[in-house]
């Protein structure tokens, strides 16, 4: 009996060691739960401010004062030019009083006249050229369209633009049909115009030699000027037996051409 009571104590001390061991392997490992994902909020917009409007204003002061710069420079160049034109006159007075014989001062004096008369011939030039395109200039932008009425206006008002009755001499010149209105702007294109193309072409000797700023009256020109020799003769302004010249220069144009013009009655 006591060999069976170690028996079942030893069998029941296997089950304990096998339960212990099932027991160890069988038992659940614990695993944490995974963290929860913290969504990141999407950034939130920025308003962007719309640019402010610039405001474009017309600066009217600026641009009269301009134009009373520009007149001012253009009068004190001419003041100058008359002060030079008046020296020049009383040089050539002196100039008898002057002896040449001196091979020093003549040298001298040929270099410098010259260089007088390179400068001459190219305002002689130049003159008539800014002036004809100053002309041309206006006239254009008195027949294109101006954004304001009052702007437009002003320019067809103008006096060089102003279409005027003028005398049948003045449009035989021009080739211009009988009661046709002229400006100023337009006889003084036609005439430098038929000055310019004789020069250029040579098919009528208008050239003065030595002096660019001066041209003959020949070809068309000589019928003109006839007629305006007869208009200076009814109104005094030439004494019988006086005729005009028969040379004369650019700045001489319009008082001659005036006398086409008819007087308008207000």
Same mark, same amino acid.
């Given at each position: *009996? ?14 304990? #060691?096998?339960?212990? $061991? ?17 969504? %990141? ?36 160049? !001419? ?15 002196? *100039? ?21 008369? $390179? ?23 008195? $027949? @294109?369209?101006?954004s ?26 021009? @080739? ?11 006889? !003084? ?6 000055? #310019?193309?004789a020069?250029?072409? @040579? %098919?009528v000797?208008?050239k ?7 041209? $003959?009256?020949?070809?068309? !020109? ?9 208009? *200076?003769? &009814? ?11 028969d ?6 144009? *319009? #008082?001659?051409m ?6 308008? &009655?207000?």
């Amino acid at each position: *009996m006591s060999s069976s009571t170690a028996t079942v104590s030893t069998a029941s001390k296997k089950t304990t #060691k096998s339960a212990a $061991k099932t027991s160890t392997a069988t038992a659940p490992v614990a695993v944490a739960p995974p963290a929860p994902v913290v969504s %990141t909020p999407a950034p939130a917009p920025v308003a962007v401010a719309a640019p402010t409007p610039v405001a474009t204003e017309t600066n009217t002061t600026a641009t009269t004062t301009d134009a009373t710069v520009t007149e001012d420079a253009s009068l004190k160049l !001419l003041e100058q030019f008359n002060d030079f034109t008046d020296s020049l006159n009383e040089f050539t007075k002196n *100039m008898k009083n002057v002896t040449f014989s001196n091979r020093e001062v003549r040298t001298r004096f040929d270099a410098i006249f010259r260089r007088f008369s $390179k400068a001459s011939a190219q305002l002689s030039i130049t003159y008539p050229e800014l002036v004809s395109k100053e002309l041309l200039s206006a006239e254009k932008n008195s $027949k @294109g369209k101006s954004s304001t009425k009052k702007t437009t206006a002003n320019k067809d008002n103008a006096a060089v633009n102003k279409k005027l009755p003028v005398d049948d001499i003045l449009l035989s010149f021009m @080739g211009l049909p009988a009661s046709t209105q002229v400006s100023r702007s337009d006889a !003084l294109k036609a005439i430098t115009g038929y000055v #310019k193309t004789a020069k250029q072409t @040579g %098919t009528v000797d208008v050239k003065v030699e030595g002096n660019n700023r001066a041209f $003959k009256i020949a070809g068309k !020109l000589q019928p003109l000027f006839k007629g305006i020799e007869k208009l *200076m003769l &009814e109104k005094g302004d030439l004494k019988k037996g006086e005729t005009v010249p028969d040379k004369i220069t650019y700045i001489q144009i *319009m #008082k001659y051409m005036s006398y086409c013009f008819k007087k308008v &009655e207000a």
